[in-house]
C-alpha cells in the first residue's frame, strides 16, 4: 500500500506578488465578519510571505511578538494591526456595507 506525506497548508507559501497579497487580504476582509483573528492571521501570512524581519524592523515592534500577535492565536491591539498594515503599504478605509 502506498502512503503519502501530508504537510499543512501554508498561504504565505502561494502569496508571491503584491497583487496576490492584496486580493487575498481583501477577500480575508470580506469572509472574516467580526472574526479579528482571521484578519491577523491573514496579515500574518502576508508578513511570512514579505518577510518577518523586514516587518518588525519597519514598525519598530518585535519579530517574535509580531509572530505571535499575527498568528490567529494572538490578540493584537489595533495600534498593531494599524502598524502592521502602514508597514505593508496597505490604508484602512471605510465603505459602506451593503444593507
Request: aromatic share 8%; charged share 25%; glycine share 8%.
Amino acid at each position: 500500500m502506498n502512503t503519502s506525506a501530508l504537510r499543512n497548508w501554508d498561504s504565505a507559501e502561494h502569496l508571491r506578488t503584491e497583487e496576490d497579497m492584496l486580493l487575498y487580504l481583501d477577500a480575508c476582509f470580506d469572509e472574516a465578519g467580526d472574526d479579528a483573528a482571521f484578519i491577523a492571521k491573514a496579515l500574518g501570512n502576508i508578513a511570512k510571505a514579505r518577510g518577518m524581519t523586514d516587518l518588525a524592523r519597519d514598525t519598530g515592534l518585535g519579530r517574535e511578538s509580531l509572530y505571535k500577535a499575527l498568528s490567529g492565536e494572538g490578540n493584537p491591539s489595533f495600534a498593531t494591526v494599524l502598524k502592521v498594515m502602514h508597514a505593508l503599504g496597505y490604508k484602512l478605509h471605510p465603505e459602506l456595507a451593503d444593507a
